[in-house]
T-cell receptor, first 118, second 115 residues
Framework: GENVEQHPSTLSVQEGDSAVIKCTYS??????FPWYKQELGKRPQLIIDIRSNVGEKKDQRIAVTLNKTAKHFSLHITETQPEDSAVYFC?????????????????FGTGTRLQVTL | DTEVTQTPKHLVMGMTNKKSLKCEQHMGHRAMYWYKQSAKKPLELMFV???????ENNSVPSRFSPECPNSSHLFLHLHTLQPEDSALYLC??????????????FGPGTRLLVL
């Protein structure tokens, strides 16, 4: 099955600096890579995702890059703010499956605790 | 309705108790999931249901028993749990989000403490 590794496990940056979180995956058939942000005491929420036919995607201060050949993808946060402090999870999804092809089993990384200091 | 809801928010139970966790979504999603989140394994998939059929049981002990009566509701029945089962239990459902692709949406979780 799929295996997703995520680094670093903790990351501390000063406000205004950039933060980069990296993930690798093992299954070359994986084709969808979402990133979730989980603030303390709250549910994981999708912040950005990328499909395997795209190399980069941006949404304001966050961007995700994907290298299919090397099987790794990264989350980039620029101009970090204290409210970016949270645990970030990467995930990888293989081709659709299930009786009607609608289930999506995500394999998650172990998370990165980002702390943005003033 | 664009949310996954879970009840209760918090649950304290003894090892001999029987309790149930409930998850609900009305987004028309056909797949629903139970995850266990603890310090040791941040997001551990337990069960997957697709169109009310269980399609994955990730080697979960039988003291956890899922039930999916319809595609909007998912339950996790708990009995004779162990203290190491204390964790946050997250429910999720999947369907096409704004990206137009299968995206999992999480509920707020039930914080379980087994004494």
């Amino acid at each position: 099955g799929e295996n997703v590794e995520q680094h670093p496990s903790t990351l501390s940056v000063q406000e205004g600096d950039s933060a980069v979180i990296k993930c690798t995956y093992s299954d070359s058939a994986s084709n969808y890579f979402p990133w979730y942000k989980q603030e303390l005491g709250k549910r994981p929420q999708l912040i950005i995702d990328i499909r395997s036919n795209v190399g980069e995607k941006k949404d304001q201060r966050i961007a995700v890059t994907l290298n299919k050949t090397a099987k790794h993808f990264s989350l980039h946060i620029t101009e970090t703010q204290p409210e970016d402090s949270a645990v970030y999870f990467c995930a990888a999804k293989g081709p659709k499956w299930g009786p009607t092809g609608t289930a999506s089993k995500l394999t998650f990384g172990t998370g990165t605790r980002l702390q943005v200091t003033l | 309705d664009t949310e996954v809801t879970q009840t209760p928010k918090h649950l304290v139970m003894g090892m001999t108790n029987k309790k149930s966790l409930k998850c609900e979504q009305h987004m028309g999603h056909r797949a629903m999931y139970w995850y266990k989140q603890s310090a040791k394994k941040p997001l551990e998939l337990m069960f997957v249901y697709n169109f009310k059929e269980q399609t994955e049981n990730n080697s979960v002990p039988s003291r956890f028993s899922p039930e999916c009566p319809n595609s909007s509701h998912l339950f996790l029945h708990l009995h004779t749990l162990q203290p190491e089962d204390s964790a946050l239990y997250l429910c999720a459902s999947s369907g096409r989000g704004t990206s137009g692709r299968e995206t999992q949406y999480f509920g707020p979780g039930t914080r379980l403490l087994v004494l």
